[in-house]
């Protein structure tokens, strides 16, 4: 991904810089260039670039630094602040609260990824429990209605508007009907499909139904025309948006300030969300270039799947760029998919050294609700998306896959046992057959439960507080503990036993740390 890649060359030059004994002109000179490169490599405006060097150059200087003072440190601070001006918009956008009705209208050109944004848009809240609903006002693109149905049904999300085929039937029967009571060719306006109506009417029907954030999709068109930003504005007039999303393809990189621009000039675009910033070198700056404009960026789509699509915030991204994590974004991911009210029913049993196959696989449907691996691993301190390839990924999520599948062929009994010598030859044979799978597969699913098992059997004999009190039991943990359930990889990019006791002491509340013990090593 090319965030990930932009990332990997800055967190590499800082990290050279460090390994350097002392530093002075030469090495700050070279860690510099090398972050001049990469920024200019994904299109960054050159203007940005010089200035950001001159201002860290300003406020570095080597020769002013009084001994003792930790230079690194005051570098990396200057750049992160630097690379934070340069993507800061200095205004926040209008947040939909959870509960209370809100429209939000989506605009863009055709093409920018828009339809598939509005879907992405609504799942991330209906996951968060929110009611989302979506209206497809799209009637230029004749297969924008079946996409919106196809997305909002897999996601099972309400949705609103009118296929191509019944539009067609209908205006066939409507001109028909006109010509049959000699009207001639008044028919044809009807033949037009009226956006406006079906936003106004999408709209109100989810209103009547409590819907606390209506998605309506708008038309895109091939370039920025009069036509596509009349109708955006008559859209705009009948549903009243709270708040209006402009959608923009992240592989136009600085070409994005003038699209912006245009787009601000016809409505009050309140947010924007940059998409495919998985495959395009471009994308960074796409992001400076629309901060540029003042408009705040939200979301990043960074791939064509529905969970591919990140919060953007301007601090924890620079942060993950410059390979320091992101802490909040990573326990909120958590939190989505692991309900802190299952937590201590789960740390009751893993204390008690019950570590069943049915645990396993509510594990594993965590770890399937969470996304893509590299995104959520990438917000951990010393990780960077370039870890994870994205094949190596899809590869682990669909041996997740089909070890569930084998499960969904066990009894009970099985499932829940402790006891390694149930699973005799005939039950295995039972599994594969039902399951459709060879033995060996199920042999592969019961290695990686005992490989399991013994890695949680480690947390056997931790005292679980009485009523699950989770900021007592954390007091009974501590790093040790920690470091035993983590793989040892992951431990060393944390940066072993140090970096592990300074990322707990990050984690702070007690409440997250248990929700990374649920979700360990996996
Ligand atoms: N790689 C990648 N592809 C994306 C992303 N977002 C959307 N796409 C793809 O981009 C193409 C266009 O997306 P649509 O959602 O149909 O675009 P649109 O803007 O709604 O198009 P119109 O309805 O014609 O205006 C589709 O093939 C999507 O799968 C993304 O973040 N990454």
């Given at each position: ?59 570095v ?9 930790n ?8 750049i ?11 205004k ?51 297969g ?13 999300i ?46 109100e ?32 007039e ?14 136009i ?33 796409a ?33 993950r ?11 909120d ?12 029913e789960?740390?009751?049993k ?26 959520v ?7 960077s ?36 010598k ?54 009974n943990?501590?790093?040790?503990h ?12 944390i ?5 592990l ?22």
């Amino acid at each position: 991904m090319v965030l990930g890649q932009l990332g990997g060359s800055i967190s590499r030059a800082l990290q050279q810089m460090s390994n350097a004994t002392i530093i002075d002109e030469k090495v700050l000179n070279d860690c510099l260039n090398e972050i001049t490169r990469a920024l200019l490599q994904a299109d960054v405006q050159f203007k940005l670039v010089r200035d950001m060097q001159t201002n860290i150059k300003k406020i570095v200087n080597l020769d002013d630094l009084a001994a003792g003072h930790n230079k690194r440190r005051i570098i990396q601070q200057a750049i992160f602040n630097e690379l934070c001006k340069m993507l800061d918009p200095g205004k926040p956008s209008f947040t939909p609260k959870k509960g209370k009705t809100s429209i939000v209208m989506f605009v863009g050109l055709q093409g920018s990824g828009k339809t598939t944004t509005c879907t992405k848009y609504a799942y991330y809240h209906q996951k968060k429990g929110w009611k989302p609903a979506l209206v497809c006002a799209d009637t230029f693109r004749a297969g924008a209605f079946d996409q919106l149905k196809q997305n909002a049904t897999k996601a099972k999300i309400p949705f609103y508007g009118r296929g191509i085929g019944k539009l067609l039937g209908a205006c066939k029967n409507a001109r028909a009907l006109l010509l049959e009571i000699g009207y001639g060719n008044a028919g044809k306006s009807y033949m037009e499909s009226d956006p406006v109506k079906i936003a106004a009417e999408g709209v109100e029907r989810f209103k009547k139904e409590n819907c606390d954030l209506i998605i309506v999709d708008t038309s895109g068109r091939h370039k920025q025309e009069a036509a596509l930003f009349e109708e955006m504005r008559q859209v705009s007039e009948a549903t009243k948006p709270d708040l209006v999303i402009f959608v923009m393809d992240g592989s136009i990189g600085q070409a994005a300030f003038d699209q912006a621009q245009a787009f601000k000039k016809i409505v009050s675009v309140g947010a924007v969300i940059v998409t495919k910033m998985d495959g395009h070198a471009k994308g960074g700056g796409a992001l400076s270039a629309v901060a540029a404009t003042k408009s705040p960026v939200i979301f990043l789509g960074t791939g064509e799947h529905m969970d591919e699509f990140e919060v953007f915030d301007v601090k924890p991204f620079v942060s993950r760029l410059l390979g320091m994590g992101d802490w909040s974004g990573f326990m909120d991911k958590i939190h989505e998919v692991v309900p802190m009210d299952q937590q201590p029913e789960l740390m009751q049993k893993l204390s008690e050294g019950h570590f069943t196959l049915r645990i396993m696989y509510e594990q594993f449907q965590n770890i399937l609700k969470m996304g893509p691996m590299g995104q959520v691993l990438s917000m951990l301190p010393g990780f960077s998306a370039e870890l994870m390839p994205k094949g190596h990924e899809k590869e682990s999520q669909a041996k997740v896959k089909r070890y569930m599948t084998m499960m969904d062929s066990m009894t009970n009994e099985e499932l829940d046992s402790t006891n390694p010598k149930l699973m005799n030859e005939s039950r295995i044979m039972r599994i594969a057959r039902g399951s459709g799978r060879q033995v060996r597969d199920v042999m592969e699913m019961l290695e990686e439960y005992k490989r399991l098992a013994k890695i949680w059997g480690k947390m056997k004999g931790l005292k679980i507080p009485k009523g699950g009190d989770m900021s007592a039991l954390s007091r009974n943990m501590n790093a040790q503990h920690m470091s035993k359930v983590l793989p040892p990889q992951m431990l060393k990019q944390i940066g072993g036993m140090g970096g592990l006791q300074s990322l707990m002491k990050q984690m702070g509340s007690s409440k997250d740390m248990m929700s990374m013990f649920g979700k360990g090593d996996k």
